[in-house]
């Protein structure tokens, strides 16, 4: 049988050694030397991630994290013939690892001979002359280290926490607050979470088309788009969009940066395609559930119909047991009779969405609806206002107020009768 062993290991028969790498100590891996080296090594916080730094001044982002696994378990498994002639001429590439115990290096030249080129490995100034198969030194090279980058671009190291997207003057930030999301500052108005989360999920899956090695000409400029996600430990990532990469525009230059365990990431140049990134609008009505009460989180008690300034309302509809108790107005009934209307309005104010949501344009406010439960810290008051020849909703919150319109005829039949209610025409 041949002899093995590792490649610092004192075996000086001809045969078979390995590089000797310890996949549970090492730490850092290194290719080239001088200012195009590439390192990847282990993050300092222990979670078992990898980061690549390259240039200078050093860039650094995260590393693919099966890439890596895979990479090292390749290089662990490695069997390399050793050579009688330990001679190593030109030597011109360079890799080298460390560990708990110390580091080595290994070098080799470009000469290939039947598949393979002279290379020695150095460990603890211990020389060894093995063969190294031109595959695996083509893949030990600082280009193919490069390769080992996470193309993952705005996946911070745990689950999103929230979410910004600001496009020149325009922007939105949504979080995740006890386990739903919401509009930042304004906690009140209801989110589409679907939306929400197909916006998360675009963010996700943007990944690099194109690493750039060092930043050039062509990532200079303002952004015209920013996105920006926060893990809940706190971890960030952030991709600046700086314009079209190319004259169809399906790929756009960007700079991405982040932050992982205490350390900064990036700033790393590349290209991403541009499709992913119409999914993430900057306007906060795109991310509005279309109902200003919140059907699914909210089960009305009840809604007082008040015209504005009133302290009493002209009409009440309240929750009974056995259906809904209508008090006040032309039209008072008992419980459960002549309620569609009053129950049509319900419908709008907690589960029909709205044909548009916007930001108000002066509109005058004729009404107010007030709505309330027990799961509510305080009544919350929909304001009925005007619009051209017909009628539709109006919230207000501390960060953002939002007009709901409702085109089809029979919400506005509603919105009439309770503005007739109110002694409107």
Do not use: C
């Amino acid at each position: 049988t041949r002899p093995t062993g590792n490649a610092g290991d004192g075996v000086d028969a001809e045969g078979v050694v390995t590089l000797g790498i310890d996949l549970a100590s090492v730490h850092e891996l290194r290719a080239g030397t001088d200012g195009r080296a590439v390192t990847i090594a282990r993050t300092p916080g222990g979670d078992g991630s990898w980061i690549v730094s390259w240039g200078e001044p050093r860039s650094v982002w995260a590393a693919d994290e099966e890439l890596t696994r895979a990479g090292l378990r390749i290089l662990a498994s490695a069997e390399l013939a050793t050579r009688a002639d330990g001679d190593l001429v030109d030597a011109d590439s360079t890799f080298a690892w460390a560990d708990g115990t110390g580091s080595t290096t290994m070098r080799w030249g470009g000469q290939a001979l039947g598949g393979r080129v002279a290379a020695e490995i150095d460990r603890d100034g211990v020389n060894r002359a093995v063969w190294l198969d031109v595959r695996l030194a083509n893949a030990l090279t600082a280009e193919s280290l490069m390769r080992w980058r996470s193309a993952v671009l705005l996946t911070p190291g745990t689950p999103i926490q929230s979410l910004w997207i600001e496009l020149t003057d325009r922007g939105v930030s949504l979080e995740r607050v006890a386990g739903r999301w919401e509009l930042a500052g304004a906690p009140e108005l209801p989110v589409d979470r679907e939306r929400i989360e197909g916006a998360v999920r675009a963010a996700i899956e943007l990944r690099a088309m194109v690493f750039a090695y060092e930043r050039s000409e062509a990532f200079t400029g303002t952004p015209v788009a920013t996105v920006r996600t926060r893990g809940v430990d706190g971890s960030e990532r952030e991709l600046a969009v700086l314009g079209a990469a190319d004259a169809a525009g399906k790929r756009v230059r960007a700079v991405a940066r982040g932050s992982a365990g205490g350390r900064s990431l990036g700033p790393v140049w590349v290209e991403v395609a541009a499709g992913p990134l119409d999914a993430l609008s900057p306007e906060p009505w795109a991310y509005l559930r279309g109902t200003p009460i919140d059907g699914d989180r909210v089960d009305v008690a009840s809604v007082e119909i008040r015209s504005t300034g009133a302290q009493t309302p002209a009409v009440r509809v309240t929750r009974a047991i056995d259906g809904w108790r209508m008090e006040g107005g032309s039209e008072e009934v008992g419980v459960g009779i002549g309620l569609d209307r009053p129950a049509a309005l319900l419908d709008l104010l907690t589960t029909r969405r709205a044909g548009s949501v916007r930001a108000p344009a002066g509109e005058e406010t004729v009404g107010v609806f007030r709505v309330s439960d027990a799961a509510l810290p305080a009544p919350i008051d929909v304001e009925l206002v005007r619009i051209g020849d017909g009628y539709g909703l109006l919230l207000r919150s501390a960060a953002l107020d939002v007009v709901y319109e409702y085109p089809d005829a029979q919400p506005q039949a509603t919105l009439v009768w309770a503005a007739s209610v109110l002694g409107e025409d």
